[in-house]
């Protein structure tokens, strides 16, 4: 039978908005000393803005008609650069196919479309060769690139800037304090990932990573020793938050990040880790 300290540990957390699963998530949580960080939509706000462009208006009607498809937030910025900034028409998208943690491609007006990182055009075997490594130098440290491809020919390129959320840093601060490993795991490139985590605090950066590599991260710390809490919001952290000992999804993620983790936090707000942490600990102490 479950100790009636856990069940009212439950009730408790579900009282300041942390969901705990079951008995075994909160028991767990007290021990982790790793805590591993989803950077966009978890440790950012996951609203990105267009911050500039070398993409006309013809091609960004194609690329956002393509993004529509896609629940990624760099998608949802692209569709409303192009519909609310330039009051651009979007066109029905064909075949259209996201591929987590890379990007999307698609055929609007017959025309093969495909958005995504650097990674992403090079698997579709595209090169985008010297005007790529040119501009890498004027761009924002902290901007994510989203390249796009028409027909088999590069475009050009959007800069995406997302902020932190206010909370993030006195999180990841708070978990620094305790003694515990603190870890950001992003799928964006690693130098927009590193200016990120100098931002919040986070020394410890694994980037350019596709989901499945995001749950090989976990089950690295893991074997190292570590007791692993993953903390994410997207389809591509759904693995590495199944994998970790603990895995804490925001409720403002997407839903299968949700039934992946074993503790969901109703609010976006990261001190709700500490928090989620200190009760786990508390309810041990008080069986024990
Ligand atoms: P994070 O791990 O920071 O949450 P993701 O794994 O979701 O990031 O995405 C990693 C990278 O893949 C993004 O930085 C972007 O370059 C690319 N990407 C993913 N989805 C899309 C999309 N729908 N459109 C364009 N690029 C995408
Ligand atoms: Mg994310």
Redesign the pocket.
């Known amino acids: 039978a479950t100790p009636m300290a856990l069940v009212v540990g439950i009730g408790r957390a579900a009282g300041q908005g942390v969901l705990f699963r079951d008995a075994a998530a909160l028991e767990r949580l007290g021990s982790v000393d790793a805590v591993v960080f ?5 440790l950012t706000v996951g609203r990105p803005k267009i911050l500039s462009s070398t993409i006309d208006d013809a091609a960004l009607v194609l690329a956002a008609s393509v ?1 529509q498809a ?1 629940e ?4 949802t910025a ?1 569709v409303k650069h192009a519909t609310e900034e330039r009051r651009l028409t979007l066109r029905p998208a064909q075949n259209v196919q ?7 491609r698609g055929t609007v007006d017959n025309r093969v479309v495909l ?3 650097l990674a ?1 055009l090079q698997a579709n075997g595209l090169s985008i060769g010297k005007e790529g490594e040119a501009l890498s130098p004027n761009l924002p440290s902290t901007g ?3 390249y796009v491809a028409i027909d088999g020919k590069y475009e050009g390129y959007f800069v995406v800037g997302d902020e932190l959320r206010p909370e993030s840093a006195a999180a990841v601060a708070s978990l620094t304090e305790a003694g515990i490993r603190v870890v950001m ?5 690693k130098a ?2 590193e200016a990120m985590a100098k931002q919040v605090g986070i020394h410890e950066v694994i980037a350019e ?3 499945a590599d ?1 749950y090989k991260a976990i089950e690295k710390l893991k074997a190292e020793g570590r007791v692993v809490a993953m903390v ?3 389809i ?2 759904a693995p590495a938050l199944a994998a970790a000992d603990v895995g804490i999804a925001l409720g403002t993620g997407t839903d299968v990040a949700v039934t992946a983790a074993g503790v969901t936090l109703v609010r976006p707000d990261l001190r709700g880790v500490v928090a989620a942490r200190e009760l786990s600990r508390a309810t041990i102490r008080s069986i024990r």
């Open positions: 989803d950077k966009t939509g978890t993004e896609s990624h937030p760099l998608a692209i996201a591929t987590a943690g890379q990007g999307v958005a995504g990182n992403y994510t690139i989203v795991l992003t799928g964006d490139r927009a990932a990573t596709l989901p995001k994410g919001d997207g591509n952290d």
